[in-house]
């Protein structure tokens, strides 16, 4: 058997968190068959909002890469907590970057690479995934980026 997903994300020096709690009146996923929607993550590292402000305004391309990395990090703790072992992940579907963007801010694109690039590398061949990425006006809690998944799941 190859490396496991736990081990990919070790070698990367990335601990999965406990899944943050439904911050409103949702639950923090939801599955339907073979197919796992956690609901939208924010950058929360340590429990704590981590990356706020608009980009192109308060923030730079950088900084939104590693917003969206954490997202991703953040939907993974999700998928663990409603699978029990990220190995039942079967593949990385779709996901939806969201954006906090100043109206001239038109690298959306690169920002949702950081997320992209992290699923790739933990999931490997899983993480290939269809996606789009947005300009917001405004995401909750003064976010920088929030992303929303699909994952096809054992």
Do not use: W
């Amino acid at each position: 058997m190859g490396e496991t997903i736990e081990k990919r994300l070790s070698e990367l020096g990335i601990v999965i968190p406990a899944a943050a709690a439904p911050a409103a009146n949702y639950v923090p996923f939801v599955r339907s068959g073979n197919l796992l929607f956690p609901s939208g993550q924010l950058p929360i590292k340590d429990g704590k909002l981590a990356v706020t402000g608009v980009l192109g305004r308060d923030l730079d391309t950088a900084a939104g890469q590693e917003a969206a990395r954490l997202c991703a990090i953040n939907v993974l703790a999700q998928a663990k907590a409603a699978l029990g072992d990220l190995e039942k992940i079967r593949r990385l579907v779709k996901i939806n970057i969201y954006v906090a963007s100043a109206p001239n801010f038109t690298e959306q694109h690169l920002v949702g690479n950081g997320a992209s690039d992290l699923f790739a590398k933990a999931l490997g061949e899983r993480g290939k995934h269809a996606r789009v990425a947005v300009g917001m006006a405004a995401l909750p809690l003064n976010a920088a980026v929030e992303i929303e998944a699909v994952l096809e799941v054992e």
